[in-house]
């Protein structure tokens, strides 16, 4: 927010008089070392770096919606080995935060609790996720994996034994690193909009009763929206960030052209003059 003379809450103070101009932000920081290794890697790919943004605030821009950022909301990227929260307050983020783990640590345990590679682990993780409702209370325990080809032998699994005993321990822990970090960032009570959960992670089986059970606040999956075409392959939280880079890009790129107005010589340059002698 910005403060002009002492008064708060203005979201845009272009325009009105003032004396005193203050500010209220929040900064986002970062290794330098891991930007520079970053960048240096989508240089090699023949691709040129506009700029860094955080995962939290990407995703957000895909997933949140106004009234979210409004009321407050906290939204929870789920990636492969980091789990990133973004709090909004007011319409703002106000809280950021990176916890270290992510779904590979769900692949991980269930490539050693099925005894099978880490490729056929995702595959049956992703398969779990795409495939099986958490409410569905049918008394088929038994999951056939032939369709999936994968390399071991397995040929079923207890739907119990991987969903009760290896995935809900392991996002019940993730959770409740979320929710500690949600309490000590001080808004704990300022999201009655919940959780928006994100990323890859957000598809694992179970992941959005987990973290409504282990918060105790509502919690939704975030699909990314904003894009328009052929967009099916890409309607998937596990493309929040991505989706939400093109749209903060976009956003940044009318902001400049706003900024570009034309001068009064160059519009005089284009009014077409006639000049008419008197006799």
Known sequence: EYIVDNQRGIKDPIGMAGVRLETDAHLVTSSSIAVKNISRCVNEMGIEVAGLVYTGLASAYSCLTDTEKELGVALVDIGGGTTSI????????????????????VTDDLAIGLTVSLDSAEKIKYYLGASLDPADKT???????????????????????????????????IFTLVGQTIKKSGFASDIPSGIVLTGGGAMTIEASSCC??????????????????????????????AVGLVLYGASQQQVVQASKRPSLDSLVKKIPLKVTANK
């Not at 994968?150 to 822990?173: A, M, N």
């Not at 999956?221 to 596990?238: A, C, D």
Request: a positive charge.
């Open 86 to 105: 973004a709090i909004y307050i007011e319409g703002a983020c106000s809280f950021s935060a990176v916890i270290p783990i992510g779904a590979r640590k």
């Open 139 to 173: 008394p088929t325990d038994e999951i056939s994996l032939t369709r999936l080809g994968l390399k071991e032998e397995t040929k079923s699994v207890s739907r119990k034994t991987v969903v009760e005993g290896i995935i809900r321990p392991r996002l019940s822990e």
């Open 212 to 241: 409504k059970r282990v918060l105790q606040l509502p919690t939704r999956i975030g699909n990314p929206s904003g894009l328009s075409g052929l967009i099916e392959e890409i309607s998937s939280p596990s493309y929040a960030a």
